[in-house]
């Protein structure tokens, strides 16, 4: 009888999306995703510097080849009609234009917190990128443990527009490869691609609420929720997919 009671917490806590999901749209080495409920839309980028505006359904209304970048997330700011990029290879924040997508300003990162290089010049670096009550939710892709330099945890940030960005704080989840980040019903998500898992983070409990097992045959690089709580993932193989989860 304990068997069945464990077996069953352990269903409950890290439940199953596999099998769920949907192909929406399908674009190259597809990095990072983010809903805007004003227009109500999904913008897109990938690894080869370019952005996308798609409907829902997933059909392209705008792209644009911003330049030489390595763009590995996104997110937006709805009251200022600004979309904020994470471009990995200089680990800095573009801010760019939702209505033209021409580039405002590139802030970089100071990389040091506590006397730790959290963010380190390397092959890897900033992944996945949320907005939150004022504060800018980073990523740091790493497979190493915190307090290590070029640690994997989330970093957090002031949002102001100066030259540099401090890192005031981290969240140290204890995961690995955390590639994609987004806020729903006040509960922060976190996606691992090397785990293949969709987790449910509280932010003031400092605790994870739940573990989504995600199918191994995408590489999941970002997420986003729309209004109507239907999930979006941005597989770097190409494909946008489109999930329910039960929260």
Known sequence: MRNFFTILLLLTFCQNLFAKEKVIAKIPEASGIVYSEKSNTLFVVNDEGTIYELSLKGKIKREKKLGNFDLEGITIDEKKNI??????????????????????????????????????????????????NGKIYASNQSDKPYPKDDSSVIVILNYKKKKKLEIKDVIDHGYKDIAGLAFYKDFLYLVSDDANLLIK????????????????????????????????????????????IDE
């Open 201 to 244: 983070y509280d932010i003031t409990s400092k605790k994870v609420v739940k573990e989504y097992k995600l199918s191994k045959k995408y590489a999941q690089e970002g997420i986003t929720f729309d209004k109507k709580g239907n999930l979006y993932i941005a597989d770097d193989n190409g494909k946008i997919l489109k999930l329910k």
């Open 83 to 132: 979309l904020l990029l994470a471009n990995e290879e200089k680990d800095e924040i573009i801010l760019l234009n939702k209505k033209d997508f021409s580039i405002i300003k590139e802030i970089k990162i100071k990389g040091k917190y506590k006397g730790n290089k959290i963010v380190k010049k390397g092959k890897d670096g900033i992944e996945g990128l949320t907005l939150h």
